[in-house]
T-cell receptor
C-alpha cells in the first residue's frame, strides 16, 4: 500500500471548517483513499473513502486532486467532539486487507 | 454504519495467565476480521487477518502460538493472549468487513489489557 504524509497536528476554531490535508504521491490506480479518526482510548471510526471522485457524506467531504496525489478531508462545521487523531490511509482492498496506519494528524478544536 | 463490539473493554491479569478477547459483528456477517495492537502514543499495528473458517494469517513478528485467533462463525472472532507478560500490555482492537461492503472495514471499541 502507498504511504501517506499528514501534518502531525492542526488547530481549528469551533464552528469553522476543518481542512485536513494528506499527500499520497505514490498511490496506485486501484487504491482508494480512506479517512478514519480515533478519539482518545477508542477504536478508529470510519469517516469516508473515495477512489477519484469527490465524496460527501453526513460526516465530511473528501476532495481528491485530479492526479490523485493528494486529498483533503473537510469537516464543515467542527465541534469540540471532533477533536481526535485523523488517519489518511490508501489501500486497494480496504475491507479485504489490513490497513497500514501512519501517525495521523491530531486535530484540536478550540472553543 | 456497521457495529462491531469487543468484550471485555478492559482486563487486568497476572503474568503467565491467558486472556481471551471477543470481537463480534452485531448487524452484519463478517467474512473477514482483523486484529490490531496499539501501544501508548503509537499508531495501530496490524497483527493478523482471519477469514471465517480458515486459519489466521499473521503479520511478520507476531507469534501465532502466543496470539491464538479463532474465527469460527461469521459474527465472532476471538483473540487469546497465551502466557501473557507485562510487555503484552496494550490496546487490542478488532475490525470487520463483509463481502458486499468489501471496500470498508469497521472497528470495535478496543480492549485494554494490563498484565501485572
Amino acid at each position: 500500500d502507498a504511504k501517506t504524509t499528514q501534518p502531525p497536528s492542526m488547530d481549528c476554531a469551533e464552528g469553522r471548517a476543518a481542512n485536513l490535508p494528506c499527500n499520497h504521491s505514490t498511490i496506485s490506480g486501484n487504491e482508494y483513499v480512506y479517512w478514519y479518526r480515533q478519539i482518545h482510548s477508542q477504536g478508529p471510526q470510519y469517516i469516508i473513502h473515495g477512489l477519484k471522485n469527490n465524496e460527501t457524506n453526513e460526516m465530511a467531504s473528501l476532495i481528491i486532486t485530479e492526479d490523485r496525489k493528494s486529498s483533503t478531508l473537510i469537516l464543515p462545521h467542527a465541534t469540540l467532539r471532533d477533536t481526535a487523531v485523523y488517519y489518511c490511509i490508501v489501500s486497494s482492498g480496504g475491507g479485504a486487507d489490513g490497513l497500514t496506519f501512519g501517525k495521523g494528524t491530531h486535530l484540536i478544536i478550540q472553543p | 454504519g456497521a457495529v462491531v463490539s469487543q468484550h471485555p473493554s478492559r482486563v487486568i491479569c497476572k503474568s503467565g495467565t491467558s486472556v481471551k478477547i471477543e470481537c463480534r459483528s452485531l448487524d452484519f456477517q463478517a467474512t473477514t476480521m482483523f486484529w490490531y495492537r496499539q501501544f501508548p502514543k503509537q499508531s495501530l499495528m496490524l497483527m493478523a487477518t482471519s477469514n471465517e473458517g480458515s486459519k489466521a494469517t499473521y503479520e511478520q513478528g507476531v507469534e501465532k502460538d502466543k496470539f491464538l485467533i479463532n474465527h469460527a462463525s461469521l459474527t465472532l472472532s476471538t483473540l487469546t493472549v497465551t502466557s501473557a507478560h507485562p510487555e503484552d500490555s496494550s490496546f487490542y482492537i478488532c475490525s470487520a468487513s463483509w463481502l458486499a461492503g468489501i471496500e470498508t472495514q469497521y472497528f470495535g471499541p478496543g480492549t485494554r489489557l494490563l498484565v501485572l
